[in-house]
């Protein structure tokens, strides 16, 4: 392999989730989880004029086209040249069209940026120019490349001692049908279309996944065609004016960072005001200016035709005259003041629109804004529409949440807006019914059969179509959890899951290692449950740093995804968050635990116990009372399997430990 004879040039990649590389990508990330090495090849796609790539340059991958922008990949090409190849984009291939791609072996990849477009220009690494390039395979200089490895290998450290990353990101491998659901429901909002309001419903329980399953809907690639998503999260501003102020500004925000340039972002902004204000006003001035400021100077210089001279000074003197009119006008309104008084009580149009309140301002400017944004095409239709995702409203109080999915509708009764715009409404059905019992509680009060039957009709006057995420079963609790911890799992064998630390301890002691009673290293004995293998006298606790950078590369062992697994499975009501919930309880519980001095090695005895211990405390209120409490007072019970399981399995002096760390990682 030739290496690189200008080392100190890199290439930068671009990336855009809405294109076909987006499945790609997840493989890379997958194949990067799984290799010992952490690193995965891959193919690249490059513009054309950029043929000249070597083996061993720097390569980092630019995520655009949506936000956040920024870093979220690199590695090193591994051979040289650039070589023709399948088009990435699946119509062009089918069209037999292809495309150059350079050959690199990544060594991090995220489909979130850990260094964005901002913070790189904040930090003084490259210009705006570089960042915002549209073609891929662009050159880094020099300059630039140093600064920017320092940064990325300084956040690139940071991301990944964050542990427990996965737990919180929201790019965890869609699963239980929900990529299916959202392809089905993107193609429904495309091709629901025309002059009535468009409100969708998506029911589920806090927790169930609806936002989730929203990102799902606008990662489809047709989505993002035929959209442009606004997020409107409800409970920020629950004060009236704030709350519609808040939705004004959601949307002109994406209607100017739609812009594709600091150019057309401020032609944005005047026909916006354009369209707002009074066209004539202007119209009038600059024809007025330009006229006039002709007409001067034409005189200076040439001698100017009579017909030319005629028409200009005329319109120069009407000017005048319609100064000298509009002074008149207003002596008259101070000298006429009654005769003006008539005149409008006369001929007014009566008018209460100062009484509408700020939502009515609000849809005024809307309908500017939607009309000046997204205009119909040469036949009268509109490609392009807003998807307006509500969020967070189930978090409201109830008079709040019925404000707001009451207001979303009438707004959709405005034609304009209507055409425009389609509203996706997440919440807690459960919630939004409660709201609107309580808003007719008074006029059916005692009479529940009318309040169920007038909840219906609410729903079926809100929601034009309507889905729900129900309960989940034992096999998709399994299924979410399994793709929760992917490539997080350690690969051992069935035998060596097998060995614990007795067997360990015997087998040091017999051969001399350690003495009996004498503490052993805890990433020797974990060693050991990897490889089987034991160490010499020697090399028993030499060079522990070594080992701790070799013991972390995965977060659970088998024994304990079969525990976890099986706890998740007995619990019949958790959602996905709480999935996420009981594993991150887990992994803090044990990671505290063996941090104490005498739980320095974790067994699969251990394991059971935390798992069961978590198990028995999901449905207990500890704000009443405490962790300890709860665990005592059924460790004192002789017919209770959890009580039978802890005492059989804990030795003496582990059991204040368990309840010590319990009360930390169970706070609710």
């Known amino acids: 392999m030739k290496q690189n004879e200008n080392p100190e040039e890199g290439i930068l990649c671009i990336w855009n989730p809405s294109d076909d590389r987006f499945a790609r990508l997840d493989e890379l990330i997958d194949e990067i989880d799984k290799n010992p090495d952490s690193t995965a090849r891959g193919i690249w796609s490059v513009a054309q004029k950029y043929k000249q790539m070597q083996a061993g340059k720097r390569v980092f991958l630019l995520r655009l086209g949506v936000e956040p922008k920024g870093l979220v990949g690199s590695g090193r090409i591994v051979r040289d040249g650039v070589h023709k190849g399948r088009h990435y984009d699946s119509k062009k291939a089918e069209e037999g069209l292809t495309t150059n791609y350079i050959d690199v072996l990544w060594d991090f990849l995220s489909r979130e940026p850990i260094i964005t477009k901002e913070e790189l220009l904040q930090n003084d690494i490259g210009d705006e120019k570089l960042w915002r390039t549209q073609g891929s395979g662009v050159t880094i200089k020099s300059e630039i490349l140093a600064k920017l490895e320092d940064f990325w290998n300084a956040r690139r450290g ?96 994406k209607y100017y960072d739609s812009a594709t340039n600091i150019i057309d972002k401020r032609l944005r902004s005047l026909r916006l005001n354009w369209n707002r204000e009074s066209k004539w006003d202007i119209l009038y001035f600059l024809t007025t200016f330009v006229l006039g400021a002709f007409y001067v100077i034409l005189q200076s210089k040439i001698e100017v035709p009579g017909w030319l001279n005629l028409i200009l000074g005329g319109f120069v003197s009407l000017n005048i005259l319609s100064s000298l009119t509009s002074a008149l006008l207003k002596t008259w309104e101070k000298q006429s003041s009654k005769a003006k008084e008539i005149y409008r009580k006369y001929t007014k149009k009566l008018s209460y629109a100062q009484l509408l309140g700020i939502q009515a301002e609000v849809q005024k400017e809307l309908k500017v804004l939607m009309e000046t944004w997204i205009r119909k095409d040469d036949r009268g239709g509109i490609k392009n529409r807003v998807l307006l995702f509500v969020d967070d409203l189930d978090r409201c109080s109830e008079g709040t949440i019925i404000e707001v999915v009451d207001s979303l509708r009438v707004m959709l009764e405005d034609e304009t807006i209507a055409k425009r715009m389609v509203v996706v409404v997440a919440v807690d059905e459960s919630i939004l019914k409660r709201a609107i019992s309580l808003k007719y509680d008074k006029l059916f009060s005692g009479q529940p059969t009318k309040i169920n039957k007038l909840t219906r009709e609410y729903f079926d006057k809100l929601f034009l179509a309507s889905i729900k995420l129900g309960k989940l079963n034992k096999g998709e609790r399994e299924t979410i959890f399994d793709a929760l911890t992917r490539g997080k799992t350690e690969k051992v064998s069935k035998e060596i899951e097998k060995s614990t630390e007795n067997t360990y301890r015997r087998t040091l002691t017999s051969r001399g290692i350690v003495q009996e009673g004498e503490e052993i290293d805890d990433l020797d004995y974990e060693s050991f449950l990897k490889t089987g293998s034991v160490p010499t006298k020697e090399k028993a606790h030499r060079n522990s740093n070594e080992q701790q950078k070799s013991s972390t590369k995965f977060e659970i062992s088998v024994a304990e995804r079969e525990a976890l697994k099986e706890s998740i499975s007995n619990l019949d009501e958790l959602t996905p968050r709480q999935i996420r919930i009981f594993y991150l309880r887990y992994v803090l519980g044990r990671d505290f635990l063996k941090s104490l001095k005498k739980l320095r090695v974790w067994t699969n005895e251990d394991i059971k116990v935390l798992c069961s211990m978590l198990e028995f405390l999901n449905d207990k209120d500890v704000l009443k009372k405490s962790v300890s409490e709860y665990l005592e007072e059924e460790y004192s019970k002789d017919n209770s399997e959890y009580a039978s399981l802890w005492k059989r399995l804990l030795i003496p002096g582990k059991k204040e430990n368990f309840l010590q760390v319990l009360e930390i990682v169970v706070p609710y």
């Open 158 to 253: 940071s991301f990944e001692r964050d542990r427990y990353r996965h737990l919180t990101a929201d790019d965890m491998t869609p699963v239980i049908g929900v990529a299916e659901l959202a392809g089905e429901l993107s193609d429904l909002l495309i091709n629901l279309e025309g002059d009535a309001p468009i409100l969708i419903g998506v029911f589920g329980k806090w927790g169930r996944g609806k936002t989730f399953l929203f990102k799902q809907i606008w990662n489809y690639p047709k989505s993002r065609d035929h959209f442009y998503r606004v997020d409107f999260h409800a409970w920020k501003f629950q004060k009236t004016p704030a709350l519609w102020g808040y939705l004004y500004e959601a949307i002109a925000l």
